[in-house]
C-alpha cells in the first residue's frame, strides 16, 4: 500500500520534517492510498486481482497538532506519516470515501470481491 497526495506517491517520511510536511499537507487537500491484492488459488492455478483506492478528508491540522504527529516515531513508521488511527488525528478526520479498512491496509470488499471471482470460477 502506498500513499499519494497530488499525484505523487509518499513512501514512509524520511524524518520528523518530512512527517511534517506530509501531515500539513492533508489539511489542505484529500490524500489517497493504493492498495492491491493477488489471490491464488493453490488448487486450480487461478488467480484474481484488483486495486482499491480510498480518499481521506482531514480538515486543516493546528500547527501544534503537526508537530506532536510528527514527533510520533510510530506515525514516521507508515506511508505517508499517515495514520487514521491515530487520537490525535480524530478531531481533523472529516471523511473516508473507501472504508477505513483500506486505509489501514486491506480492502476486506476487494478481499471479498476477489474471493467470490475465485469460487465462482472466473479470474
Not at 500547527?63 to 506519516?81: K, N, Q, T, W
Not at 487514521?84 to 481533523?92: I, L, S
Request: with cysteine; aromatic share 4%.
Amino acid at each position: 500500500q502506498v500513499v499519494t497526495y497530488n499525484g505523487a506517491v509518499r513512501e514512509k517520511p524520511a524524518d520528523a520534517d518530512e512527517a511534517r510536511a506530509y501531515i500539513a499537507d492533508y489539511g489542505l487537500a484529500p490524500c489517497s492510498t493504493v492498495g492491491a491484492l493477488v489471490l491464488h488459488d493453490a488448487a486450480s492455478g487461478r488467480r484474481a486481482s484488483g486495486v482499491h483506492v480510498a480518499h481521506i478528508h482531514f480538515d486543516p491540522f493546528p500547527p501544534a497538532v503537526v508537530d506532536a504527529l510528527a514527533a510520533d516515531p510510530v506515525c514516521r513508521r507508515c506511508a505517508g506519516g499517515l495514520m487514521v488511527e491515530h487520537p490525535a488525528c480524530a478531531p481533523y478526520l472529516r471523511q473516508i470515501d473507501g472504508g477505513v479498512d483500506s486505509v489501514m491496509g486491506l480492502s476486506t470488499r476487494l478481499l471479498a470481491t476477489l474471493l467470490g471471482s475465485l469460487s465462482d470460477g472466473a479470474s
